[in-house]
């Protein structure tokens, strides 16, 4: 039997590939229903890619283009605060490793 050789996760999310949709963001933050309800934690501490993060003026940032596609945020905000559909055509994340 072969031994497995397990990468840490920063190691074995650098082996997939985004193709970037220059059609803009799929993620939008409603960052007002989001400052409303200090929603900016939760997001930055749900997503395992760390795609958002909270800027200066206590603002939610995207960094759509490392998106995993998961549906962690959505599922973990009230409706409304995000709108997020896939990217566009063949744009997103190719997994090459599970």
Known sequence: MTAISVLPLNQRLALDHFDI??????????????ASRSLGPLLVAVCPA?????????????EYAACLECG???????????????????????FREG
Request: net charge negative.
């Open 21 to 34: 949709d220059d059609g803009g963001s799929h993620i939008l933050v409603n960052q007002e229903s989001c």
């Open 50 to 62: 760390g795609v958002y993060s909270l800027n200066g003026v206590g603002q939610v940032d995207v």
């Open 72 to 94: 962690t945020c959505f599922a973990a905000v009230p409706e409304g605060t995000l709108s997020w559909h896939y990217p566009s055509g063949s744009c997103g994340i190719s």
